[in-house]
């Protein structure tokens, strides 16, 4: 009970109100797919981002998560983070960032990981498929 009062009022926000929950089309060439899980508790997320592909600004950006109530506040705000940034931008985004900014307590930590995670694995999946198509990466402006 302790742990529940260190809880943001901010994460609970975001669990009673998760943005951006749904999916995108994965067959969509400017759509990137992460799903990444957490070692530590066997949760599972899956982030989907929508790119401009002449600007590499994230459109769109799409979460589920079979996690625990810290992922779902994490990813959600992670997607609000991200949404209208450069790929190269979202990319630099922590875990640090983001419980921080939630005030997770050390024991979710990890939670914060897996949309950190998912962050990058969309990346990286948008830039498989923008390359398998035979386009250049876009350097940043
Ligand atoms: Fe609060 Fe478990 S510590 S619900
Ligand atoms: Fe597994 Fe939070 S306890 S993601």
Redesign the pocket.
Known sequence: LSQCRQYHEKVIDHYERPRNVGSLSKNDPNVGTGLVG?P??G?VMKLQIMVDEATGEIQEVKFKTF??G??IASSSLATEKIKGLKVWDAKKITNTDIAKELSLPPV?L??SM?AEDAIKSAVKDWEAKRAARGLKPLAPL
């Open positions: 957490a530590a508790c949760d996690g625990c810290s992922a979710k990890h939670c897996l």
